[in-house]
């Protein structure tokens, strides 16, 4: 992927986000009780398994909490493998939900110390992914709460949006934050976001993969994304 000048982004500005109250309508979850498989590990387009399941990607830096998210998700303590050292996830993992749906563990990006070699790996595993995967029905992106968004989380989010691919923010690790910091960046998160993007499907959801603060509420988002043909 050749990813455009961020600045280039920060000047578009469009839409309103649905609010909060809109998400709160959704039948009751039922894929989070869909027995979990991890299926297999990929690195290009040959090894991806057969594109027949509605899909939804975790994506963001290097270390944000995907993998945590999706142990989290699937109420399983280490199937995604959780990383001491970030950036060192170069495969795209996938999981079965049942036989109904499937979570996809991307490779983080943007890790500094990774550098020009790790990059070029990422862009070329995720064009793999992005520009062939007909069930995708969009991507959860990550944002550490404390961080907000970073130039690298603006670039996949412009990459997103030439493809028309929808995504779902989430804001993490909030159990790091107290109550009026937390809400303060909920805050500029939301309005960034509001400022960047035409495609994200709700305003950030705040999570925390540690609490289990969040779960519940993104659970009825992507039953509602996952099973809406
Ligand atoms: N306090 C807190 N720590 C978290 C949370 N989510 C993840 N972490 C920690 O953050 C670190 C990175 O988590 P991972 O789930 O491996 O992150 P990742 O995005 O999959 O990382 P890569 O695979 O390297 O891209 C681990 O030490 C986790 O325990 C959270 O909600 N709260
Ligand atoms: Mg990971």
Same mark, same amino acid.
């Given at each position: ?49 057969? $594109?027949?399941?509605? =899909?939804?990607?975790?994506?963001? /830096? ?6 945590? #998210? %999706?142990?989290? &998700? ?48 990422? $862009?070329?595993?995720? =064009?793999?992914?992005?520009?062939? /995967? ?6 959860? #992106? %990550?944002?550490? &709460? ?84």
């Amino acid at each position: 992927m050749n990813p455009p000048d961020p600045l280039f982004f920060f000047n578009t500005v469009s839409i309103s986000l649905p609010q909060h109250d809109m998400i709160m309508n959704i039948p009751v979850p039922y894929l989070s009780t869909q027995p979990a498989h991890f299926l297999t590990g990929a690195v290009s387009h040959n090894q991806f398994p057969p $594109d027949d399941l509605p =899909e939804i990607a975790l994506a963001g /830096r290097s270390n944000v909490g995907k993998s945590s #998210l %999706l142990n989290r &998700l699937i109420n399983r303590r280490n199937l995604a493998r959780v990383s001491r050292t970030p950036g060192r996830t170069r495969e795209i993992n996938f999981f079965t939900l049942g036989t109904l749906a499937r979570l996809v563990d991307l490779p983080g990006y943007g890790y500094a110390a990774v550098g020009q070699h790790q990059r070029l790996i990422w $862009d070329r595993v995720a =064009e793999a992914y992005f520009s062939n /995967r007909r069930s995708l029905r969009g991507v959860i #992106l %990550l944002i550490d &709460l404390r961080r907000g968004l970073l130039p690298a989380d603006l670039e996949l989010i412009h990459y997103l949006e030439q493809r028309g691919i929808g995504f779902l923010p989430v804001a993490t690790k909030i159990d790091k934050l107290n109550t009026n910091p937390k809400n303060q960046a909920l805050r500029t998160l939301t309005q960034t976001l509001q400022q960047h993007t035409r495609l994200a499907i709700s305003p950030p959801m705040p999570i925390s993969s540690l609490t289990g603060t969040g779960i519940p509420e993104l659970w009825q988002q992507l039953n509602q994304i996952l099973t809406t043909p």
